[in-house]
């Protein structure tokens, strides 16, 4: 059986580059924290709803995630089943770009209900893409070349998404009327997804390991649940991520309490965008090659005291360099998370069922994401902004508290020996 090499690792790293570039580019025109909240706003929706695209978003990539990581168990050909579950994400995008390109919405009552049912399908299909992915990455990637391979990959999907962001900016500031313009966005969406969904072809994957025997659902409660009574460090983890929550809904806060502090123009969402993936791409980079020499909690604790700080800066906002200012530490924020999240799974995970651990973790919080959507949208209906960014300060200091304090580097923390049909001696 040939072995997985680093020409192979190097191969995949060069086509993910490219499969990053384009969702980067196309994500620049569905932000969830500029985006979305703004288009909802302008569609007439609530204020409570436009701010809630982030949580919500997060709460919907979790529905989906245990069922498909205990059924995604017995998966032999990794790389269709990624091609095959992004699919559904076209899907979505695609009949969101067509309705709000060439319908006539402005005819529609409550038309963003409309566009919400969308953005839950979309919100759904990147769910059960997610356990799947992860997978197709751990067959692609080796372990000691992961925080790189990460970090360029994000710090590429933050290129796209400058280059998206000065385009969204073009398409807005044009005389395309709204909502069209964004449906227009929507629509080149869904072909830099496709695009880069058929990168996935050319991946190298490495060898199947015979399956002794059919893994059943049984035997994915029975793992899961020692996961969730043995791993101790795990559930520390958990506990620091359950107070970072607050930072969800504060991403689709900041963009509407700003507009209704300085009432900027709504075409300000492609400079945000521009601010936030540079700092994104800049930040990914640097804490991916950190993460490969120190750990990649350390990279955790950048991504968690980044959105500390765009609370302090929303709260002494005076103008719209500080909104630009808030919009540069939630890139860095997210540049931080991303490859610093996926490589934690992994260390975590060790010989273990990734998918499990990453379903497990959203899983886990999507209850505590609501609560904050439920208690942070009712403050916003009453206009409390004050108030709810002083709940999410405390709430993102607290959780550097704990990541800092209780959670060990899975990487360097001692651990008991794995086996390969159970959880440890």
Known sequence: MPEFTLQDHNHNLRYNLIHEFFWGFGIAFHTIYAVVPLFLRNLGAPESIAI????????????????????G???HNIKRAVIFVHCLILVALFGMGFTFTWI???????????YFVYFLLYGLSIGVVVPVWTEFLNK???????GRFFGLGFAFNSIGSFIGGIALRILLESDIPFPKNFGIGFLVLFISIALGTLVFWFYRVKPTKNISRHRTIKDFISETIKIIIEHKNFQKYLLSRIFFCASLPGMGLYAVYCQNKFNFDISEAGTFTVFNVIASGTTSYLVGKMGDRWGHKSGMMIAYI???????LALNAQNMYWVYAIFITIGAGQGAFMPSAMNLVYDFAGERDTKTYMALIDSFLAPFVI?????????????NYFIVLNILGGCLLFSIILLHFLVKDPRYSKQPPIYADGFSS
């Open 52 to 71: 809630s695209s982030a949580g919500l978003f997060n709460i919907l990539i979790a529905l989906p995630m245990l069922t498909i990581a205990a059924l």
């Open 73 to 75: 168990r017995n998966i």
């Open 104 to 114: 006539n919405i402005s005819t529609i009552d409550s038309a963003w209900i409309i």
């Open 140 to 146: 692609t990637t080796l372990i000691t070349e992961r």
């Open 306 to 312: 980044a959105h500390f700080s765009a609370v302090i």
């Open 371 to 383: 609560l904050f959507l439920i208690g942070i949208g009712s403050l916003v209906n009453q206009h």
